[in-house]
């Protein structure tokens, strides 16, 4: 008796795991890497925003063996992360570089370069298309090659989509936009040294990249809605592959043309605009504009547009409300922080509850069930 | 694409990074150093902060135990102990006196470290003081000033609400007479194997991306006060249902058929080990 008592619980993991492989296999059919980078574009692209690791192939791999589980193909990738040696960090990005795929202003109509819509789910309508249960390979291909043939005929208008001027500068040459320099500052490596309080703007912008979706859209949201109440515009949004360029491995002070190109990575950029009050002289008020900023990998707009709610929320800093404290942003928008500190609650907690329990006990004299009321001395 | 894990699973580099924050820690006993927590292949919660530890530290002579709430094979100590098994190879023991490096998550072992043992305990909230301070900011000010009167004011808003101190596990610790801190959700009763240990004790919060320690031969001291003494969890009277051991943390079990409550130890190694000298 006393063996199997006090053991047993090697075996029914391992049972459970099996379950678990059971569970992704029991219909017989096998999901394809190769399918899931075909047809999870937008889950792909979610897992390596809060994953901070751009890799289709890795997501795809992450997304199949966490059948499909946004939080748990996070993990995986994150985890896989911690593997890789950092050998280099990239050379400074520009996002006027952006090659562009879609590009819209709220702010504007006509923007300089024009709105190009792109791809998104905006314009559709929110209807169960049954049709796609009978779609086919072979039919793909079809609308592939009717969709090439029609594309030729349209007049591309000439946009240079991978110059395309920035809708910002439009307020920043009427000298509306509040006046920032470039801030050049050696960027701090949140992967390298935790957080410490207050944080730097770096500090917070690769945080709030990193969130968890749904959890920046909610904070975002909040302070949208009421608390805090800001209304801010959507001064451009940005769809393209920005270049990755590393310098040489020589050292530093090195000419542009000696950077190696490492590859292109696809990103959403959001540039937000909010009505800001400034002190003049003699207490003479004026409004200008104040910028909020998100950017992430891959193709998720609500969360870049929400990042950037919450940049200008951390800039302001305190102003009473959740969603301005850098403490409640930045500490539980993590997903493998918030999704591992909640599941532990599923670990055994025999001892601590016990210990819980004596307390309990205590304060209700004369319950306890063990000796004396009275603790012992250690 | 395929890729091999190395060695210990994390790349040199980060293995370094966390070594030199536990120095840190080991010279400054009790004092939280921040470091850059990785992510793992186990969940955030469910000890990663010591798996790093474990991890940086490990080497191919080591021999290594996990416990979980004092069983060698709860969930958490067989993820643990099969992560470190698959990317070290090393040899993995339930016995404490054997064991070179002991990764636990909230219990003391029974049997007595000795010197040159490594203790790893697993910390979900590192900040003895967030209970009343939630900023981080705050509490990294109050650490600094030595000021430490909320952490005994709490236990005395404990004694007036209920008569007595009313933590459950980690009840807060003086580490050498300067740094207040949370020992991990240890029961109290542990928390005395904590003074003057043989062996190095590190504590790993990887959630919160703290590393501190407790050297060895460091006096640490639960709060307490005067006409109100710290006191742990009481056990007179009852002894093991399975190895009949006594003065040691139990389980409660609860028999469904007689509805009797039954006593077991805790630390499952220990009351294996007493069966099978019973038994040899």
């Known amino acids: 008796m006393g063996y199997v008592a006090v053991k047993g619980g090697t075996l029914a993991i391992e049972e459970s795991i099996k379950r678990l492989k059971y569970e992704r296999l029991k219909k017989g059919t096998v999901l394809e890497c190769a399918r899931i980078e075909g047809g999870m574009r937008a889950l792909i692209d979610q897992v390596m925003s809060e994953g901070s690791l751009y890799s289709e192939t890795l997501a795809a791999i992450a997304i199949k063996q966490a059948e499909g589980s946004p939080e748990e193909a996070v993990f995986l990738l994150k985890a896989y992360r911690s593997t890789l040696p950092r050998k280099h960090y990239s050379c400074t990005v520009e996002s006027t570089d952006m090659f562009v795929e879609r590009r819209i202003s709220a702010s504007f109509k006509n923007i300089p370069g024009g709105q190009i819509l792109g791809a998104a789910h905006d314009y559709t309508l929110r209807l169960i298309d049954f049709a796609l249960q009978d779609e086919t390979d072979e039919g793909a291909v079809r609308w592939l090659n009717r969709f090439e043939s029609e594309k030729s005929g349209i007049d591309v208008q000439g946009a240079d989509l991978d110059n395309l001027p920035k809708v910002l500068d439009v307020l920043r040459n009427e000298g509306l936009l509040l006046p920032c320099g470039d801030n050049d500052r050696e960027p701090d490596d949140v992967t390298k040294e935790s957080v410490q309080f207050p944080t730097s703007r ?95 990998y891959g193709q998720n707009e609500t969360k870049a547009i929400a990042m950037s709610i919450l940049d200008r929320c951390l800039e302001s800093g305190d102003a009473g409300y959740p969603v301005y404290d850098e403490e409640f942003v930045l500490l539980h928008i993590n997903s493998v922080e918030s999704t591992g500190f909640i599941s532990h609650l599923k670990l055994p907690h025999y001892v601590t509850f016990r210990s819980e329990l004596d307390s309990v006990r205590k304060t209700r004299k004369g319950k306890g069930t063990v000796g004396e009321d009275e603790g012992e001395r250690p | 694409m395929r890729m ?225 003494p710290f006191v742990v969890e009481p056990f007179q009277g009852v002894s093991c249902r399975l190895c009949g051991a006594r003065g040691v943390y139990m389980d409660e079990v609860h028999d469904e058929e007689t509805g009797e409550t039954l006593y077991q130890c805790n630390d499952t190694s220990y009351c294996l080990q007493r069966l099978n000298e019973k038994r040899g």
């Open chain 1, 202 to 296: 770096s500090q917070r912008l690769q945080i709030l990249t990193g969130g968890q979706t749904g959890a920046v859209t909610s904070l975002g949201y909040a302070a949208l809605r009421s608390f805090g109440a800001l209304h801010p515009t959507v001064g451009e949004l940005r769809v393209g592959n920005l270049p990755i360029y590393v310098g040489s491995l020589l050292g530093e002070g090195q000419a542009e043309e000696d950077y190696y190109y490492i590859g292109d990575i696809k990103v959403t950029e959001a540039e937000t605009i909010f009505p800001v009050t400034v002190q003049k002289e003699n207490g003479r008020k004026e409004i200008e504009f104040g910028i909020g900023y998100g950017m992430c």
């Open chain 2, 4 to 228: 091999k894990y190395q060695f210990a699973f994390f790349d040199e580099g980060s293995k370094r990074e966390i070594r030199r924050a536990t120095l840190k820690a080991v010279a400054i006993p009790g004092y939280q150093v921040p470091f850059a927590s990785r992510e793992m292949p186990i969940a955030r919660g469910w000890g990663t902060g010591g798996l790093q530890l474990t991890l940086s530290l490990v080497g191919k002579d080591d021999r290594l135990k996990v416990i979980d709430q004092g069983s060698d094979e709860s969930v958490n100590a067989v993820n643990i102990k099969e992560l470190i098994g698959k990317t070290t190879g090393i040899a993995i023991t339930e016995e404490t006196g054997e064991a070179t490096l002991i990764q636990s998550r909230h219990r003391i072992p029974e049997i007595p470290l000795h010197a040159g043992q490594i203790l790893v305990l697993q910390v979900p909230l590192p900040e003895p003081l967030r209970y009343f301070e939630p900023s981080e900011y705050e509490t990294k000010k109050l650490h600094a000033e030595q000021e430490y009167s909320g952490a005994w004011l709490m236990l005395f808003e404990q004694i007036m609400k209920y008569g007595h101190m009313s933590t459950g596990a980690d009840h807060p610790v003086l580490v050498h007479k300067r740094y207040v801190m949370a020992p991990s959700p240890i029961p109290r009763f542990d928390n005395s194997k904590l003074n003057d240990s043989e062996a190095l004790i590190l504590l790993g919060a990887g959630r919160e991306k703290k590393i501190y320690a407790v050297p060895p031969h460091t006096e640490v001291v639960s709060l307490d006060f005067e006409d109100f």
